[in-house]
């Protein structure tokens, strides 16, 4: 089995930082790409952004390019999102997936084979 695992979600201010983690299991991590989707309440599920298994090929979703940053540290079987500039449209449920269907496409949650329970992105006040 594969376990993902989210953490780092909190409430912050508009214009404040989180960082997300996320903390998958496996012998293979390296082989999986990752990546990050939301929901808000009433709304379906949007891929924020997305990497490859060796991080060396990024995507994001028009409405957080510069202010987001996804990563990952294969060594600790670890990915990232870096939110900077907050505003309270970010406010979401964020979803953490891995995949290995080839070619990637990161934007489809069906091109995802795993997921984390999600971590809750609260901007407000």
């Known amino acids: 089995q594969v376990r993902m695992v989210e953490s780092g979600g909190g409430l912050v201010q508009p214009g404040g930082s989180l960082r997300l983690s996320c903390a998958a299991s496996?012998?293979?991590?390296?082989?999986?790409?990752m990546g990050w989707f939301r929901q808000a309440p009433g709304k379906e599920r949007e891929f924020v952004a997305g990497i490859s298994g060796s991080g060396g090929s990024t995507y994001y979703t028009p409405s957080v390019k510069g202010r987001f940053t996804i990563s990952r540290d294969n060594a600790k079987n670890t990915a990232n999102l870096q939110m900077n500039s907050l505003t309270p449209e970010d406010t979401a449920v964020y979803y953490c997936?891995?995949?290995?269907?080839?070619?990637?496409?990161?934007?489809?949650?069906?091109?995802?084979?795993?997921w984390g329970q999600g971590t809750q992105v609260t901007v407000s006040s």
């Open positions: 997936a891995g995949g290995m269907s080839r070619p990637y496409t990161p934007g489809s949650p069906s091109a995802y084979d795993y």
């Open positions: 496996g012998r293979t991590f390296s082989s999986y790409y």
